[in-house]
């Protein structure tokens, strides 16, 4: 069974703004989250469903809800404000 994608507005608004080598390294890592939505480099993020996955120096946060893939941040992966973030959902 495919999973969708659900590909939230903010996380839409960070992949447009990055230059396109990094667009499609992000962009080809969440296409392959939906092959393998728990794949071995993911973590589950205490606290909440949340998992992360890391890709260059980004980092994607999502859920996987029954068939749907959620996206809901994508930014820096030294960048505290993506927890933060997580915490305010």
Same mark, same amino acid.
Do not use: C, W
């Given at each position: 069974?495919?999973?969708?994608?659900?590909?939230?507005?903010?996380?839409?608004?960070?992949?447009? &703004?990055?230059?396109?080598?990094?667009?499609?390294?992000?962009? !080809?890592?969440?296409? %392959? $989250?939906?092959?393998?939505? *728990?794949?071995?480099?993911?973590?589950?993020?205490?606290? &909440?469903?949340?998992?992360?996955?890391?890709?260059?120096?980004? !980092?994607?946060?999502? %859920? $996987?809800?029954?068939?749907? *893939?959620?996206?809901?941040?994508?930014?820096?992966?030294?960048?505290?404000?993506?927890?933060?973030?997580?915490?305010?959902?």
């Amino acid at each position: 069974m495919a999973l969708k994608l659900d590909f939230s507005g903010r996380a839409a608004d960070f992949t447009d &703004s990055l230059p396109p080598k990094q667009f499609r390294q992000v962009i !080809r890592k969440v296409f %392959a $989250l939906l092959e393998e939505p *728990l794949p071995h480099d993911s973590q589950a993020l205490s606290g &909440s469903h949340y998992r992360r996955a890391d890709v260059g120096e980004y !980092r994607i946060i999502y %859920a $996987l809800e029954k068939d749907v *893939l959620q996206v809901v941040i994508i930014g820096k992966r030294n960048d505290g404000e993506v927890y933060r973030d997580v915490k305010r959902l």
